[in-house]
Every structure is written in structure tokens, then in C-alpha cells.
T-cell receptor, first 112, second 113 residues
Framework: KAGVTQTPRYLIKTRGQQVTLSCSPISGHRSVSWYQQTPGQGLQFLFEYFSETQRNKGNFPGRFSGRQFSNSRSEMNVSTLELGDSALYLC???????????FGPGTRLTVL | QQQVKQSPQSLIVQKGGISIINCAYE??????FPWYQQFPGKGPALLIAIRPDVSEKKEGRFTISFNKSAKQFSLHIMDSQPGDSATYFCAASKITSYDKVIFGPGTSLSVIP
């Protein structure tokens, strides 16, 4: 089975711009979660989607949003980028019980 | 109640030694405890997981020890190798719940020759 894929792998943006990241889960997995990883903050949960509905949400501002399509692929969007948004954004998919999460390689976002 | 504490923050071990990483949780409803290994530039990968109905689980050189009464669990890496140098995350969740997985802050392990 192919793993979780994320595109693009690297991204450089400037403050004020917006960005869209994409995640394709493992085939058959219907849950997709997004995390922000920074050196000082570890893995910070952004949100989780299941069957096109947001099921869980972390404590991030409304500039961070996401969606899931009928084929379980997911996108997350960050609007009005700030320097502090520079991070590795990880996507994880999970299938049935146990809800073990399988991570993609991440998208490295740099905001200048 | 939702926090998972992890220690140490960083760890240096000689090749061939035992690496030990400890985690503690507060929510007694958690019943699934996976460990993840992350190499630089890669996403975390599931290493080994345990449920509270067993006190120990071993897979190769990796062992999880679980103490339900103390709400603690630990990862032991036997015969540590330089290739084990990575960041390790413990996590906790409710196996049948849709609630989000709670991750520990991570431990950076360096195994030196």
C-alpha cells in the first residue's frame, strides 16, 4: 500500500500571502489529521477530517482552515501568512480501530 | 487531563547501551499508547504500540513497559545503535474514540559510537 503523500514538499512564501497544502491518505483511510511541527512546540494538532466533515479541531486561529474531498484527499489553507507560521506541516491518515495515525513526509513552509 | 508528559527532552547514549524514554499521562480513559520515531526531514513513523491490558511489549530491540496504576509508560531501546538517533514521541488515545491523539513533546536521542 502506498503511504501518505503530501505536496508540495517545500514552499517559500512571504508575509501576507496565503498557501494551500495537499495530502493524499493511505488508500481506504477516511480520517485525515493535520499537525504543525516546530522545534520549540512539538506536534501541534490543527484539525481532523472524516468523511468530508471536520471532526476535531485544535487551538489555532481561523487563518488555518481545511477541507476534505469525497476521495478522502485533504487540503489545508493558511491565509495572511505570518513569520511564525514557518513550520513543518504534517498530515496523518488513519483507518479502522485502533486509530493509529500514519504520517506523511510533511510540507516544509518558510515564511519570509 | 489531556496532557502527556515526556522525559528526558534529550538523551545521549553510547552505542550498545540502553536508551530509556519515559512518559506519563493523566486521563485514565486513554487505552492506546503508540510510540513514534522521527528522523530529520521525515514524518513520524509508528514504532510500537501497547494497550493497558499488558505490562510489556517487545519488538526486536524496542520494548514498551506499561504501569497502569502509575499512569506511566516507557520505551527501552536495547543495544542502541547510531541509526536509532532520532526524535521519539509517545502518544495516548482512546482506541475506540474519535478524539484526537495526544502527543508528548518528544525526546531527541543521539547514539554516539
Amino acid at each position: 500500500k502506498a503511504g501518505v503523500t503530501q505536496t508540495p514538499r517545500y514552499l517559500i512564501k512571504t508575509r501576507g500571502q496565503q498557501v494551500t497544502l495537499s495530502c493524499s491518505p493511505i488508500s481506504g483511510h477516511r480520517s485525515v489529521s493535520w499537525y504543525q511541527q516546530t522545534p520549540g512546540q512539538g506536534l501541534q494538532f490543527l484539525f481532523e477530517y472524516f468523511s468530508e466533515t471536520q471532526r476535531n479541531k485544535g487551538n489555532f486561529p481561523g487563518r488555518f482552515s481545511g477541507r476534505q474531498f469525497s476521495n478522502s484527499r485533504s487540503e489545508m489553507n493558511v491565509s495572511t501568512l505570518e513569520l511564525g507560521d514557518s513550520a513543518l506541516y504534517l498530515c496523518a491518515s488513519s483507518g479502522t480501530i485502533p486509530y493509529t495515525q500514519y504520517f506523511g513526509p510533511g510540507t516544509r513552509l518558510t515564511v519570509l | 487531563q489531556q496532557q502527556v508528559k515526556q522525559s528526558p527532552q534529550s538523551l545521549i547514549v553510547q552505542k550498545g547501551g540502553i536508551s530509556i524514554i519515559n512518559c506519563a499521562y493523566e486521563n485514565t480513559a486513554f487505552d492506546y499508547f503508540p510510540w513514534y520515531q522521527q528522523f530529520p526531514g521525515k514524518g513520524p513513523a509508528l514504532l510500537i504500540a501497547i494497550r493497558p491490558d499488558v505490562s510489556e511489549k517487545k519488538e526486536g530491540r524496542f520494548t514498551i513497559s506499561f504501569n497502569k496504576s502509575a499512569k506511566q509508560f516507557s520505551l527501552h531501546i536495547m543495544d542502541s545503535q547510531p541509526g536509532d538517533s532520532a526524535t521519539y514521541f509517545c502518544a495516548a488515545s482512546k482506541i475506540t474514540s474519535y478524539d484526537k491523539v495526544i502527543f508528548g513533546p518528544g525526546t531527541s536521542l543521539s547514539v554516539i559510537p
